[in-house]
């Protein structure tokens, strides 16, 4: 991908030298085991949910460890990148908004290291990145991109911008009005929380397509950045995450997708650039 060093986003929140906390006691004062723990720890990465706020908050706290200065400074080239990314990708969002008449409203990015504390609660970076609709900030463990890489095999610049993309898309939902809608559809129809969360999802991933189609207009891309952009969005389907940590595929608790929605999506927002074109909450069931 082409894109210009310009320093550090004037929307970037850097806490990965702050000390976070993580929760040892359960409800009512009952201690966890690590077995317990770690459980909490892989449904969190498995369905993308932080299962670990279940512990409540009457529990000690112990510290997790701050990143060093030295850590920091070897990470700074790809703070410049995400900087670049998420600057660029809400200047094109502004952009569309602007179209329409309305007015776009920046989030913040908030780079941390093992724990976090947000509007939404306490998130492990085992959960991945996420957006709080409560405080309009992307979070997001730069350690993710080497999992990305290792782990789910989508190497390459682009895979990390569509991550971040991904993640712009929520904050574009919330200024819609469809995050607090979506919600809303979910208490009044528990039976299809699921559902409607992986629609939402789904159109999270058209809309780091319209952000990835202006790229190719503004001729941004090198050969085989989209099929990084497209890997990236196969390796972090449901099913493709529920075969490699158990070994089987559970369709009816899939939160974000399948790898071929998560594709299909992502590249119709490539191809079309038109946020009208992702209306997932509008396809058959």
Not at 5 to 29: F, H, K, M, W, Y
Request: aromatic share 10%; proline share 3%.
């Amino acid at each position: 991908m082409r894109w210009k060093r310009r320093g550090r986003s004037a929307n970037l929140e850097d806490r990965r030298g702050q000390r976070s906390t993580r929760l040892g006691l359960g409800r009512g004062g009952t201690r966890l085991g690590l077995g317990g723990i770690l459980v909490l720890l892989v449904l969190s990465f498995v369905f993308k949910q932080d299962f670990l706020s279940l512990l409540g908050a009457t529990g000690t706290t112990s510290g997790v460890s701050a990143a060093s200065p030295q850590f920091i400074e070897n990470q700074e080239p790809l703070v410049e990148f995400v900087s670049f990314v998420l600057d660029d990708a809400q200047t094109t969002w502004a952009s569309v908004f602007s179209r329409s008449g309305a007015g776009y409203r920046d989030a913040k990015l908030v780079l941390f290291r093992d724990a976090v504390r947000s509007a939404c609660g306490f998130a492990q970076a085992v959960t991945g990145p996420f957006y709080c609709p409560g405080d309009q900030k992307v979070y997001i463990d730069l350690a993710f991109y080497d999992e990305l890489r290792s782990r789910f095999g989508a190497p390459g610049d682009f895979a990390q911008a569509y991550v971040l993309a991904h993640e712009i898309g929520h904050h574009v939902q919330n200024l819609l009005g469809t995050e607090a809608e979506m919600r809303r559809a979910q208490r009044a129809q528990p039976q299809l929380r699921n559902e409607l969360s992986v629609r939402m999802e789904l159109q999270a991933d058209c809309y780091a397509g319209i952000w990835a189609h202006s790229t190719v207009q503004r001729d941004m891309l090198d050969g085989g950045d989209v099929e990084e952009g497209l890997g990236a969005a196969a390796a972090v389907g449901d099913d493709r995450i529920q075969r490699q940590s158990s070994g089987y595929v559970n369709p009816e608790t899939f939160t974000h997708g399948s790898s071929e929605q998560r594709v299909a999506w992502f590249r119709r927002g490539l191809q079309s650039g038109t946020p009208n074109d992702c209306d997932t909450f509008a396809m058959n069931r």
